[in-house]
């Protein structure tokens, strides 16, 4: 069932932000396609370590890749753990709910690798927490090569949507904003980190070699 809903994360692609401005753009130039492709194939995930060093995420329980059965030349997984919620929730969710330390989380993943380009999406669902089913969160990042041939480096983008599935009520409003600017800017953070973790295994491979 949980594969079943992995693959009905939609299979983005950066031709379809051409008009979207990305939250976050930057060009790895020590870091080859080859190496990027490797760190999202392999196991362990790449993006396991960084949900750990960016939201803190624990009992991270990952399946493995596996095809499609709806959408040809990609693979989809999913990971499910655990996060504590943030320390700067609104005042007035805490006022008018009772929050839990930690939340339950799914990240639903479809991979597309192709020569010239490789895309990450993944929805991000929360379980158990009061209101997490007004929204969903999707996440696509893009890489591409710098310009001509394998090794002249990798220009990485992200996008971020939030889906809006239903209004909040009146006195959880206020949240929505707070919602919308933590996920923008903590996606630019989560991305960055991101980043160290590639360079790291690039140099890795480098020195390996």
Same mark, same amino acid.
């Given at each position: 069932?949980?594969?079943?809903? &992995?693959d009905e994360v939609p299979d983005a692609q950066a031709d379809q932000f051409l008009h979207d401005k990305p939250a976050f753009s930057k060009d790895l130039p020590s870091t080859s396609? %080859? ?15 960084? +949900?750990?060093?960016?939201?803190? &995420?624990?009992?991270?329980?990952? @399946?493995?890749?596996?095809? @499609? ?11 499910? +753990?655990?996060? *504590? ?6 005042s007035g969710a805490k006022s008018v709910m009772t929050l839990p330390e930690f939340c339950t989380c799914q990240s639903l993943c479809r991979l597309r690798c192709a020569n010239n ?12 927490? *009061?209101?997490?089913?007004? +929204? ?15 090794? %002249?480096?990798?220009? !990485? ?12 009520? !009146?006195?959880?409003? *206020? ?21 160290? =973790?590639?360079? &790291?295994?690039?140099?890795? =491979?480098?020195? %390996?070699?």
């Amino acid at each position: 069932q949980t594969l079943a809903r &992995a693959d009905e994360v939609p299979d983005a692609q950066a031709d379809q932000f051409l008009h979207d401005k990305p939250a976050f753009s930057k060009d790895l130039p020590s870091t080859s396609m %080859a190496t990027i492709r490797r760190c999202l194939e392999d196991e362990p995930f790449i993006m396991e370590r960084c +949900f750990e060093l960016d939201i803190k &995420a624990f009992d991270i329980a990952p @399946s493995k890749w596996q095809s @499609s059965a709806h959408v040809p030349d990609t693979h989809i997984r999913c990971m499910k +753990f655990k996060m *504590p919620l943030p320390d700067d929730m609104p005042s007035g969710a805490k006022s008018v709910m009772t929050l839990p330390e930690f939340c339950t989380c799914q990240s639903l993943c479809r991979l597309r690798c192709a020569n010239n380009e490789l895309d990450l999406t993944y929805q991000t669902v929360v379980d158990g927490m *009061p209101y997490a089913d007004y +929204f969903r969160l999707q996440v696509t990042d893009s890489f591409t090569p710098c310009g001509e041939g394998t090794d %002249a480096g990798v220009t !990485f983008r992200r996008w971020v949507v939030i889906v809006w599935v239903k209004e909040l009520p !009146f006195l959880m409003r *206020p949240a929505r904003s707070f919602i919308a600017s933590k996920t923008m800017s903590g996606a630019a953070d989560a991305a960055k980190i991101l980043v160290d =973790l590639f360079e &790291a295994e690039g140099a890795k =491979l480098a020195g %390996a070699s």
